[in-house]
């Protein structure tokens, strides 16, 4: 008997993904594996169940995860969906720890062996199952397509017998994955581009996509290639500096986010008031608060003429690329632990350990322990 | 004492741009003329009466209408502003005569000399002044930009650890100056491209762009550049065939148009039918009724998966840049009737007799004064 992967409808708010996709349920195949789709799971997706070629379509939630032997989600079950889960079964996605501690609790209580994908360490090997920057990477595409719907301004130079149009500025700050992805997109356009970072490191990445690194004199070096966080007499000069930068900008992309901590606000209103009526702001890290400190996280607000925009989980918008992608990784992380169609996982392989949250009726992560616990 | 050239705030519903624009004013000085700007005439256009350096700011339309010599305007005024004019002033601007007969009707009662932008002869002398072209750009690329931001895929190919994203298709129909915006934008975004049109002498342009010609073997150059309607047995060839292509798109963006006519019905319910679950349809020719048989002008609507999105006044939502066009377009209509700082027009030159609607109590255009008077 094949082991069976299952995928549900997700049932998150305003969430479009499915973590399936036509590709990997051929790849699963080979390895032994069978996938039970619920009946439309893929339609937020504008995914129909025809285009799931290969999986078995089953009518319900409470079905599927009754067969289920592995399920796959994009984000956290709910309590709910907790609930319904085999006893012993194993549930991989993204699963967010550090906001859901009582579903953690709930999963350790029903004996599930869960991996959050957010915890796979950041190693080489492990690029292939890293949802983080795949999600970022459409986020980053996305944020420049929302900046050039929302100006009333055109991002490229044209130029027309009555005269020429200058290309619009867009400054984007913080140059991860998002970041670079807003970067070339912004540039494919036609847009003059400059970003900033407190890793000064990401200068030649900036550069190589052909735009302006802006130098303030401060750096901020952290580890796992994310930003320390600032002191506040450094946060104080990049503000001022940074504002001086952003009074140019036609739309200014932020995706400034420290992991497991609130975005910080290197936007204050002084700032937003030194920019131009008609000047955009795209807001990524709004699902931490926002890098901005007028943001109002899922809305789109104008302030003294400059539009505000701050929307969540914004993967979602471009549903069926992310999907594909996220699907992907899944595929990855999950192709070691199949063997002659088996489940057979190596716990001591520092991939799944460290993805690893509950098993056997334990946390298995020794901060989420202590969060959902409490120290011992 | 020197020529008052007043600009109003639009009042058309969704209108946000205005006939004026900074360097325009400077040039207009130049030339003897003396600019006033009603107040927050630029405000919709995110263009502060700052915005306008040069200008004398008035409280009022009234106020404006009362000074002023000649009158610059996006849309047609409406009968109530006509009553604001001035008797035997001038107005400029993009005055719809079809669309409003009643209030040609009113001008030539009020004895107002005007000018309809749309008018101007098409030689290449006046192409400086083409109002229709520097809005059908904006239009074209904005269309490229809404195609992208509907999408639930990327645009662009793109290359990741867990595999790689095909770029999208995106099929372009009409290859006007709206349909070579939208190619040359979808193409920067990275997409794959193929465009149609009934005349086959785009297919150079079009290839220019990087874009792939579709050939369907029906050909219908028409005169002044636009294309002829078809007849009922070409039109369906060319639907079959059409229909065929589109089930491979992404994003369809339809632009095709025939002046002074409702738009063709190119792509029937049966051919959306076929197009894949998720894909959008952008059809700028919403004003004319649209090109789409489904398309419900002003409105986003979602049939069996396909997005069909078919929005009006394009270019009111690209305001900054489009205004400053449009003000460039005047400007260069202007400029040769403004001599040693007096109105003084050459009614013989063919560019001003051609955009030349009323004129001392007269109705000088032809099949315009029919429409409006009825045959003689």
Redesign the interface.
């Known amino acids: 008997m094949s082991i069976k992967v299952a995928v549900p409808k997700e049932t998150a708010e305003g969430e479009?993904r499915v973590a399936m996709e036509s590709s990997v349920i051929a790849k699963l195949g080979k390895l032994g594996a069978e996938v039970l789709l619920e009946t439309g799971a893929g339609s937020a997706?504008?995914?129909?169940d025809s285009?799931f070629n290969g999986a078995s379509i089953v009518a319900s939630a409470a079905e599927l995860y009754q067969q289920a032997d592995i399920v796959l989600k994009v984000q956290a079950p709910s309590l709910a969906e907790i609930e319904q889960l085999k006893e012993g079964s194993v549930l991989i996605g993204s699963l967010q720890p550090y906001q859901h501690p009582e579903r953690i609790a709930a999963l350790k209580a029903k004996n599930i062996t869960s991996f959050a994908m957010e915890l796979i360490p950041r190693i080489s090997r492990a690029?292939?199952?890293?949802v983080l920057?795949?999600q970022a990477?459409?986020a980053g595409?996305k944020a420049a397509?929302?900046g050039?719907?929302l100006?009333?301004?055109?991002f490229?130079m044209?130029t027309?017998?009555?005269?020429t149009?200058r290309p619009s500025k867009v400054i984007i700050i913080g140059v991860g994955v998002a970041g670079l992805q807003a970067i070339a997109?912004a540039r494919?356009?036609?847009a003059v581009v400059e970003a900033y970072d407190v890793r000064s490191a990401t200068k030649e990445q900036v550069q190589s996509l052909g735009a302006k690194f802006i130098e303030l004199g401060i750096t901020a070096e952290g580890a796992g290639g994310y930003a320390r966080e600032l002191t506040d007499a450094e946060k104080q000069q990049q503000q001022a500096e940074l504002a001086k930068h952003i009074a140019t900008a036609d739309v200014l992309i932020t995706t400034a986010a420290v992991p497991g901590r609130p975005s910080p606000k290197i936007i204050p209103e002084t700032t937003v008031d030194g920019m131009?009526?008609?000047a955009v702001i795209i807001d990524l890290a709004a699902e931490g608060g926002g890098n901005c400190t007028l943001t109002q996280p899922g809305k789109t607000i104008v302030h003294n003429?400059v539009i505000i925009h701050a929307p969540l989980n914004v993967p979602s918008?471009?549903?069926?690329?992310a999907s594909?992608?996220y699907a992907?990784?899944l595929l990855?992380f999950l192709t070691p632990m199949l063997k002659d169609g088996a489940y057979a996982p190596d716990f001591s392989d520092e991939v799944i350990a460290g993805a690893l949250l509950t098993h056997e009726g334990k946390i298995m992560n020794e901060s989420i322990r202590q969060l959902v616990e409490g120290a011992e």
Chains 1, 2 share one sequence.
């Open positions: 479009r997706a504008h995914l129909p285009a690029q292939s199952m890293d920057s795949s990477a459409i595409y397509i929302m050039a719907d100006a009333p301004r055109f490229p044209l027309t017998a009555a005269g149009i997109t494919r356009l036609g131009k009526s008609g003429g918008q471009v549903a069926v690329h594909e992608m992907k990784n990855n």
